[in-house]
């Protein structure tokens, strides 16, 4: 597991995918932080993530949509598939590695924190609740993310099916009230205010995985029907 | 080493493989022929455990495939058909990649692979970037790291296409090399490369198992006539004169003439009588010069085609 949890990490950094996801992350990011933060005078670390949460709909599946879909269309698959690593060891390296690359930006975001620091007094215990949140949050995005790049052999697919799934999500309350805990990024809200909702962390943390349960079901499925 | 058990591959209602069965012995190098499409590369992926068999056992050095997977992969080096390899990463990093993988162990690794590379003369290359090599040099990438982790099983799906000759010839005397440490199982739809590096030989067609033999066997199976072709002048036409002579002689035919005014004719006897002595004989009376006289073998690629038309008829 070690091995393709080195490889995955350090693939994201060979190819431009890490580079593009930190880099596009940070540049709208800090186009937030003008606007909701330091434009109206606040000194409120959390209120970033108002707008910086739904970033994660677009650039997830910059991160995730060629994890499985790329290995199944070069054939590379065969390569892991018949070395004696189990699924879930593979599913499981390749779910890290992704959740590495996210902790390296949100550690990059705590450069916001310090510059909030230099003008006022940003609350530290809220801005610890959001990244804590912002980071489940992120594990349920990308463990979809995942889960969609192992159903198909197209990228583009796996990346649209994501995207498509993260917006559905997010816009399924205004549908209806009735939907209002199906929505993820809303889980987040609590996290924000300054407090650790169990109801949210048992959503997020089980959503993702049954995620990762579901693409390890898939790929071994796909075992019998190849 | 391996055991193949009445295995059958389905898909929807096509089927793949039809309750195959063949059992292959530790330092065998074996080769698994068939037109495309036959099923040799469902057969490898059944064996490597990449797909699973809609029914039937698979036995990888005792361990079942099914129930004791990692153990039994743990056995086996695969270089699957169309060289599949992470691009991005060097020769080197490739290959250690797979070696963790395949859970060398870590005092031995950097030892382990260097030395694969150096046996699959990667040695120069192992810094390049796997993209930028050529066709023949990425083959051998795929096939160190099948190499890599000591496997006793060898697996390699047509290891020498879309090679100039001689890388061909390379990778063949590796295979041989390589027969000596490892079971081999390999396949190809090349002939005269199964008869040189393997010795047995299973033929598949539309997933079944036509024959198993060594080349030679094979050969000697499909030999229905004896067949010998003779360079001779003939001045006087008393060719056909001799046929009726000579005893289990069946035909003369003429096959071309050539510019010296020799002719090659082709003659056909039973089977198991060798016309020769009595040819030369004969043609000598009849003052007929013999220029050339040669036995015609059986190639194996005569018995590949018999034993797959036998097999369309039924």
């Known amino acids: 597991m070690g091995a393709i949890l080195k490889k995955e990490f350090k693939a994201y950094f060979l190819t431009p995918v890490g580079y593009v996801f930190i880099g596009l992350f940070l540049i709208l990011f800090s186009m937030f932080f003008n606007i909701d933060v330091l434009a109206d005078g606040f000194s409120n670390f959390e209120y970033i993530f108002y707008s910086g949460a739904s970033l994660l709909t677009f650039i997830v599946p910059i991160l995730t949509m060629r994890t499985f879909a790329e290995e199944r269309k070069t054939g590379t698959e065969q390569l892991i598939l018949t070395s004696p690593v189990s699924i879930l060891k593979i599913v499981l390296a390749k779910f890290i590695a992704a959740m590495l690359v996210i902790l390296v930006t949100e550690l990059c975001t705590l450069m916001y924190f310090g510059i909030l620091c230099y003008f006022g007094k940003p609350h530290l215990l809220t801005a610890l609740t959001t990244l804590f949140g912002f980071f489940l949050l992120a594990m349920a995005y990308v463990s979809f993310g995942i889960f969609a790049s192992s159903i198909t052999e197209n990228q583009i697919i796996a990346g649209v099916i994501t995207i498509g799934f993260f917006m559905f999500s997010w816009f399924l309350p205004d549908l209806s009230p009735i939907f209002s805990g199906f929505s993820l990024i809303n889980l987040l809200t609590k996290f924000l205010v300054g407090q650790i909702d169990i109801t949210a962390v048992v959503s997020l943390v089980s959503f993702t995985l049954m995620c990762l349960l579901l693409t390890i079901i898939f790929i071994q499925r796909r075992k019998s029907v190849r | ?314």
Do not use: W
């Open chain 2, 1 to 314: 080493m391996i055991e193949v058990k009445n295995v059958t591959k389905k898909y929807g209602n096509f089927v793949a493989l039809d309750d195959i069965s063949f059992k292959i012995n530790e330092g065998e190098i074996i080769g698994l022929l068939g037109p495309n499409g036959a099923g040799k590369s469902t057969t490898m992926n059944i064996i490597t455990g990449y797909i699973e068999q809609t029914s039937g056992e698979v036995i990888v050095a005792g361990y079942d495939m099914e129930k004791k997977a990692k153990k039994a992969k743990r056995e086996i080096g695969y270089m699957p058909e169309g060289v599949p390899l992470y691009t991005d990463l060097t020769v080197k990093e490739f290959v250690t990649y797979m070696a963790e993988l395949k859970r060398v162990n870590r005092k031995e690794k950097k030892e382990k692979v260097q030395q694969i590379l150096k046996e699959t003369g990667l040695e120069d290359v192992q810094k390049k970037l796997i993209r930028n090599l050529s066709r023949g040099y990425k083959q051998r990438v795929s096939m160190a790291g099948a190499l890599v982790g000591d496997p006793k099983i060898l697996i390699l799906d047509e290891p020498t296409v879309g090679l100039d000759p001689k890388q061909i010839t390379e990778i063949r005397s590796l295979i041989k090399r390589l027969g000596k440490k490892h079971t081999v199982i390999l396949s190809s739809h090349i002939l005269s490369e199964v008869s040189q590096i393997c010795n047995k030989v299973i033929i598949i067609n539309k997933g079944k198992i036509v024959a198993t033999d060594t080349p030679d066997n094979l050969e000697k199976k499909v030999v229905g006539n004896n067949t010998i072709y003779v360079t001779v002048e003939d001045t006087e036409g008393k060719i056909d004169k001799v046929k009726d002579k000579i005893k289990g002689l069946k035909s003369i035919e003429l096959v071309k003439e050539n510019e010296d005014k020799t002719k090659q004719y082709v003659l056909e006897a039973d089977k198991n009588v060798d016309l020769r002595k009595k040819v030369f004989e004969q043609f000598a009376k009849e003052g007929i010069t013999i220029f050339e006289m040669k036995k015609a073998d059986a190639t194996l690629e005569d018995a590949f085609m018999k034993i797959i038309d036998e097999g369309g008829k039924k």
